[in-house]
């Protein structure tokens, strides 16, 4: 962010100044489209009367207009309009506060964009206008969805499910507490002081409470992404506020209809219970049928994968909407959707779908923030207000201490069943973060006038204590994280080894639970897994990649990574490489089949046509697929000009080794290149599609494992190490076969183009700029 | 339950718990199952945990196995394998994933950490030469993938040799072409391996209360 500033004070001055003219200009045009709109409006209609007053005296006046040649019509366009310049004005915001370099390091930005909303709703009541309310309808349905998609799709699964328990624990029992102590004594508050307060029922003070006891989601995204914590106390509390919207919806349907029906009696009590069961699993159900449904369409989308994404976003959307009809919890249909489907939607959508779902999310979502931030602020402008001191105050108070008993007391509970225990600082923060947000404004807004007659100050009061926790808190929380010291989110890009070993320890307990005796986590998640790989994939993914292990793709990733950063780099310094780590000593078991010599050539014949075959289809299309995409263009970037020119240099240089005569002093040369080459055709054609794909694969990413830009080097290599091999006695030494087993697998590379029907998705890549942001952010994904 | 052991077997129970760290009733938990492995007798044999049925489907059961007959897992100066371990050995074995406690100092968790990897180390270093070699590191990622279906050796040795490369970069930073990578130090495993806070993973939770009636 502050990267991206001059430290010049000049030009950087004249920039703000020009942004705040920019913002100005929109800000007076909002105004203008609000006057223009009512004058318009009025003018038209006069237009309209006139015009029909003229045709019905038409036949005898004939007023003959003149042709209007520029004119204006305000209201076709105006909700469109309306809305693109709201989006367009937050959007702009979001812009310009990075731009001021110290604020977006002091201020969050949930807090600038309250604080734009306030300016904007002033400036609009100052014109005389009534500035917009935030619709609930147009909030639960429009804005917030997108943000809990987000959160959803990219929820970090691994940590959600190790901390299951604890997060269940502050989501429905935290909220509980709060809500009930919150209303309770609230209550008793309002009786005693007397007055007009005296008019709050105790139902009205519970429904207020559980709607003010609720954590946002929202507001926690907002403040805690740039607070970058370590992982677990982000996900404790990211999901206590995805999980405890079951909590808030049972208890606002339920104290409403108590308000209605006017008692309450034990029957309804466990009704409730019954209720919030139906509403949580419910919500998850819908969900993941919903995901289910995703997946398995996505598994037919290899011809059409433009619309791959679509796929994703309405059916998501579509979970959320069926669970809103039945009254379940939409934000965990939405979450659970979005885990469900992920892992089988992103093994069969092609990589630029993937980007795509990727950048729309993570765009809408941010949008739909900003939207919701400014409208607040607007909101707080225009809404009818009852300012109660008393109220207030006590709202205020008694929110911060029931979250700090709640997070506390259930600690030493928690604490009992956990391994790593949360310790005090872990305590403050879950507490300190506990931020209240939009959804619970909105909740109040909903509520029926009749039955609330003291809504006006519900609002202010609720509108008070989420400005207290997003301004207060939201401000004081980095500094207070670094005052405490508290883990930060580890920012090392995870290797190969840890994932190796990751995965291995997860069998090594697995396997220690059952020398044990118990059926333990392990157990449990690895019997799942099992259950997975064996029925659910084959279901839900399409092709042969269903039976591609985690480590494999992770490992693809990596080496396309590595190779694209390599080309970009042009070649950089490897300290490192392959020759360093086989060993020189040659094992005794190689044995080099002889061959015939009738089948050395009919190999040498295949291996140069397919060469030339190869060749020619590189020219026309440098991305390794097979799936013509007609809507795809061919973008001729840089890197992939220098990516195939290099590989069609290497391809001449191979068949230059091929055509080679066999003369007499370098045959172990020769049987060694043949001996990998052996190895491909070991694989007859009735071999299945899986083994020659592997086969294949791998020895192609040898290639791009090797850098492409010492190509010159690596050939001078091996032609030295060729002719030391023919110089050793043995057949071979593991080094010379190293290198040239990167030959050979050039050569089997092409082979395996030509028979490949099923691709590395990953090869089909846009570029790598957006590789290396997609790095950063599979790094941070789970914080947006 | 766990009343009616006798004098001598709790004096040998609270050696066992000041040498392991368990809990008593987690030690009697243990001797349970050790006995039901062991069908009663006195020693176990690698054949008794092949018989169990949970652990067939584990990839890399072999080396699971091997680490609880490897004489360098009982704390003891020794190397090489055994043929039947007693209960005091498995004990042992078992102890390393007892959970780190709830107030450590950074040093103890080091510790902790050191002796978990080590025993990590061990599993890897079949051949006990103080390396992991990048014969036994392929033969690990093999291992790994043995069970995926249809799998080709290749895969694994590229994924193994991207490992291995991996290391030597972050531990030698810059190697000459004819310089060789021996293998894997104990020392650089540490340092690979400090991402994973491996003393918060690698721990199973060892029960109070005797399961084995309801597992096989």
């Excluded at chain 1, 990075?98 to 930005?109: A, C, I, N, Q, T």
């Excluded at chain 1, 795509?356 to 923030?369: C, P, Q």
């Excluded at chain 1, 593991?734 to 490949?756: H, Y």
């Excluded at chain 2, 584990?58 to 196995?65: D, K, L």
Aim: overall charge negative.
């Amino acid at each position: 962010m502050s990267a991206l500033l001059r430290p010049a004070g000049g030009p950087h001055r004249s920039l703000v100044r020009r942004w705040s003219l920019l913002v100005a200009v929109l800000i007076l045009s909002v105004m203008a489209s609000y006057v223009s709109a009512s004058v318009v409006r009025t003018g038209q209609g006069n237009g309209t009367t006139t015009r029909t007053d003229s045709k019905t005296n038409g036949t005898s006046h004939h007023t003959k207009k003149a042709f209007p040649v520029l004119s204006i019509n305000y209201d076709y366009v105006r909700m469109p309009f309306e809305i693109s310049l709201w989006i367009l004005l937050a959007s702009l915001m979001k812009l310009g506060f990075h731009l001021v370099p110290r604020l977006s390091g002091v201020v969050p930005e949930s807090c600038l964009l309250i604080v734009v909303g306030l300016l904007v709703g002033g400036l609009i009541k100052l014109m005389g206008e009534n500035p917009p309310v935030l619709d609930s309808k147009l909030f639960f349905l429009c804005l917030l969805p997108p943000i809990i998609l987000d959160a959803g799709y990219f929820l970090p699964i691994r940590p959600f499910t190790e901390n299951t328990g604890t997060i269940l624990m502050f989501a429905v029992v935290g909220t509980l507490w709060n809500a009930f102590f919150v209303g309770l004594i609230l209550y008793g508050v309002c009786q005693a002081t007397g007055g007009e307060l005296r008019e709050v029922g105790l139902l009205a003070c519970l429904i207020f409470g559980s709607i003010v006891s609720a954590v946002d989601p929202v507001a926690v995204l907002a403040v805690f992404e740039d607070i970058q914590i370590n992982e677990l106390l982000h996900i404790i509390v990211f999901g206590e506020s995805l999980l405890n919207d079951a909590v808030t919806v049972v208890l606002y349907h339920l104290f409403e209809e108590f308000a209605n029906a006017g008692t309450v009696t034990l029957v309804d009590a466990c009704l409730g219970v019954a209720c919030f069961l139906v509403v949580s699993l419910g919500g998850i159900l819908v969900g993941a049928i919903y995901g289910v449904l995703g997946a398995f369409t996505s598994r037919f989308t290899s011809h059409t994968r433009v619309i791959e994404p679509l796929f994703v976003f309405l059916y998501s959307y579509m979970a959320y909407l069926s669970a809103e009809v039945f009254h379940l919890s939409g934000i965990m249909s939405l979450i659970s959707c979005g885990v469900v489907m992920r892992p089988y939607v992103e093994a069969n959508v092609s990589h630029k779908s993937y980007t795509t779902i990727k950048y729309f999310l993570k765009m809408w979502s941010s949008v739909s923030e900003t939207l919701i931030f400014i409208f607040l602020g607007v909101s707080t402008v225009a809404g009818p207000h009852s300012w109660n001191w008393t109220f207030i105050i006590v709202t205020i108070f008694l929110c911060l201490l029931s979250r700090v008993l709640g997070v506390v007391g259930l600690t030493l509970v928690i604490n009992r069943f956990r391994i790593v225990k949360l310790t005090g600082k872990d305590q403050f923060i879950v507490a300190y973060g506990g931020l209240r947000g939009a959804i619970a404004f909105s909740l109040v807004f909903l509520l029926p006038e009749d039955h609330f007659p003291m809504k006006n100050m519900f609002l202010t009061a609720i509108i008070t204590v989420v400005f207290f926790t997003v301004f207060v808190q939201g401000m004081t929380i980095r500094p207070l994280v670094e005052l405490l010291a508290v883990k930060r989110k580890k920012d090392t890009k995870s290797s190969i080894n840890e994932e190796i070993h990751i995965q291995f320890l997860d069998h090594l307990l697995t396997g220690i639970e059952d020398v044990c005796g118990h059926y333990g986590h392990h157990h449990w998640k690895d019997k799942l897994s099992r259950f997975n790989k064996s029925y659910v994939k084959r279901w839900l993914i399409a092709g042969e990649r269903s039976m591609e292990p985690q480590l494999i793709s992770f490992y693809h990733k990596l080496e396309l990574r590595q190779a694209l950063t390599l080309l970009e780099g042009g070649g950089a310094a490897v300290n490192v490489s392959m020759q360093n780590i086989q060993p020189r000593r040659p094992s005794p078991e190689r044995l080099i089949p002889h061959m015939p010599k009738g089948r050395e050539e009919e190999i040498r014949k295949i291996l140069r046509t397919n060469l030339q075959n190869t060749r020619q289809r590189l020219r026309s299309y440098s991305r390794h697929t097979l799936f013509e995409d007609p809507l795809e263009e061919e973008e001729e970037d840089y890197s992939e000009v220098q990516m195939r020119k290099k590989r069609v240099e290497m391809h001449r240089r191979m068949s230059h080794y091929l055509t080679v005569p066999a003369k007499p002093q370098t045959p172990p040369a020769r049987r060694v290149r043949f001996e990998s080459d052996n190895q491909v055709f070991g694989s007859t054609p009735t071999s299945t599609p899986s083994s020659r794909f592997q086969v294949s694969l791998v020895p192609s990413i040898q290639v791009s494992r090797a850098p492409i830009a010492r190509m010159e080097q690596m050939s001078q290599e091996s032609v030295s190490l060729v002719d030391e091999s023919s110089q050793q006695q043995d057949s071979e030494g593991k080094g010379a076969s190293g290198s040239d087993g990167s030959l050979g697998a050039e050569l089997s590379v092409i082979r395996g183009e030509m028979d490949n029907l099923r691709l590395p998705r990953c090869f089909s890549d846009p570029g790598p700029n957006k590789i290396e942001e997609e790095d950063e952010d599979e790094e941070e994904h789970f914080m947006s | 339950m766990g009343g009616f052991h006798s004098v001598p077997q709790d004096h040998r129970y609270r050696d066992f718990a000041d040498k392991t760290g368990f809990s008593l009733e987690q030690i009697g938990n243990l001797h349970n199952r050790f006995k039901q492995l062991s069908h009663n007798e006195d020693t176990l044999r690698k054949d008794d945990l092949n018989k169990i049925p949970d652990l067939a489907c584990n990839p890399i059961r072999a080396q699971i196995i091997e680490a609880f007959f490897d004489k360098r897992n009982f704390q003891s100066h020794g190397g090489g394998t055994v043929e039947e371990i007693g209960f005091e050995e498995f004990l042992t074995v078992m102890s390393y994933f007892r959970p780190p406690s709830l107030n450590m100092t950074e040093e103890q968790r080091e510790e902790l950490r050191r002796v978990k990897l080590r025993f990590l180390f061990n599993m890897h270093d079949t051949d006990n030469d103080g390396t992991i070699t990048l014969e036994e590191y392929r033969h690990v990622v093999e291992e790994l993938l043995s069970r995926s279906g249809a799998l080709c050796r290749e895969t694994a040795k590229g994924i193994a040799d991207a490992a291995m490369l991996e290391v030597a970069s972050i531990s030698m930073g810059h190697m000459e072409p004819d310089e060789f990578y021996e293998g894997i130090t104990f020392e650089h495993f540490l340092t690979i391996l400090k991402g994973i806070e491996i003393e918060s993973r690698m721990h199973i939770r060892f029960l109070n209360v005797d399961t084995t009636v309801l597992c096989k």
